[in-house]
């Protein structure tokens, strides 16, 4: 099993639709994850952060299954500036090593 | 309110020649991080400072790669004899401390190697 694994898409959802990513990761003893958003050609910039079952910031709901290894991304109403592609990060060993996933493209159309 | 630059933007080089990155994180953040991103990939983890020491280099592609932080602030990243495959953004992030939570990206390095 691959340490981080999302599904690559690309996601194309009509604005307003309500969409949710996948995230599996391998190493059960992580704690800590997180959901950084990438713009093209641009840098990564945190989204949420997901420490225990779950996390929510207006539109956007991160939650934790640990039993079976994986965190998931829902963001509901979506936007047209929601466009972007969304890495999933796992640090491992108190953050000695980040893994990043390919990441999961997200085309938010009019 | 200075976030985290890189030097330079962009590098064209030819194969064989040495080249190094410059990551100035910001100020105060103990914890540097160097990633590489190929076109179309995601990021590909290569070595985390904590202070300036790294614990574990093995995430450096090959020997050609090092690293060095001095001062506890500015970080090189070192190519030594560029091969074509090294060719992608390098991004630097800082992080206030040990075990914290959000990494802050700078711009990238575009390496161009042919």
């Known amino acids: 099993r691959k340490e981080v694994e999302q599904d690559p898409g690309p996601f194309n959802v009509p604005e307003g639709a309500t969409v949710a990513f996948n995230c599996t990761y391998s190493n059960s003893a992580s704690q800590s994850f997180f959901w950084y958003r990438q713009d093209c050609r641009k840098e990564p910039k945190l989204l949420m952060s997901?420490?225990?079952s779950g996390n929510e910031d207006g539109r956007f709901t991160a939650q934790l299954n640990r039993a079976s290894q994986y965190i998931s991304l829902l963001i509901r109403d979506s936007k047209l500036s929601d466009s972007a592609t969304y890495l999933c990060?796992?640090?491992?060993?108190?953050?000695?090593?980040?893994?990043f996933g390919t990441g999961t493209k997200l085309q938010v159309i009019p | 309110g200075a976030g985290v630059s890189q030097s330079p933007s962009n590098k064209v080089t030819e194969k064989g020649k040495d080249v190094e990155l410059r990551c100035d994180p910001i100020?105060?953040?103990?914890?540097l991080y160097w990633y590489r991103q190929s076109l179309g990939q995601g990021l590909e983890f290569l070595i985390y400072f904590q202070g300036n020491s790294a614990p574990d280099k093995s995430g450096l592609p090959s020997d050609r790669f090092s690293a060095e932080r001095t001062g506890g602030s500015v970080s090189t990243l070192t190519i030594q004899r560029t091969q074509q495959e090294d060719s992608a953004v390098y991004l630097c992030?800082?992080?206030?401390?040990?075990?914290?939570?959000?990494?802050?990206f700078g711009p990238g390095t575009r390496l161009t190697v042919l």
């Open positions: 997901v420490y225990s």
């Open positions: 992030a800082s992080s206030l401390a040990h075990g914290t939570n959000e990494q802050f």
């Open positions: 990060v796992v640090p491992w060993r108190g953050y000695q090593k980040v893994t």
């Open positions: 100020s105060g953040h103990t914890a």
